[in-house]
Nanobody, 126 residues
Framework: VQLQASGGGLVQAGDSLTLSCTAS????????MGWYRQTPGKEREFVAS????????WYALHVRGRFTISRDNPKKTVYLRMNDLKPEDTGVYYC????????????????????WGQGTLVTVSS
């Protein structure tokens, strides 16, 4: 599977933004999907994940209640709706896919990822 992330931009604190990650290639519906954020000098960190059928989701503590991950398998797309954005949400957001992964598995430190998207930059100004 190949992934293409989009939807990043420059917003103000308190604004909302929706990221999209669209897949091409083999069966998208068989993949658990995750969103991850990376800032300069730091490792990529987990943000949110969803199982192949959308039945379960997992969130990092600092985004719970503000971010929502969802997916549309016929469109081969996973979304990250980000509300009430804060300056500390700034970073490059990557989507990742792993075949048959549980949402909890994608939340682990250094998760096994089969494919990464190219990243989309989100900048939140105060």
């Amino acid at each position: 599977v190949q992934l293409q992330a989009s939807g990043g931009g420059l917003v103000q604190a308190g604004d909302s933004l929706t990221l999209s990650c669209t897949a091409s290639g083999e069966n998208f519906g068989g993949y658990g999907m995750g969103w991850y954020r990376q800032t300069p000098g730091k490792e990529r960190e987990f943000v949110a994940s969803i199982t192949w059928n959308g039945a379960a989701t997992w969130y990092a503590l600092h985004v719970r209640g503000r971010f929502t991950i969802s997916r549309d398998n016929p469109k081969k797309t996973v979304y990250l709706r980000m509300n009430d954005l804060k300056p500390e949400d700034t970073g490059v957001y990557y989507c990742g896919a792993r075949k048959l992964a549980l949402a909890s598995e994608l939340a682990m430190a250094s998760p096994v990822i089969d494919a990464w998207g190219q990243g989309t930059l989100v900048t939140v100004s105060s």
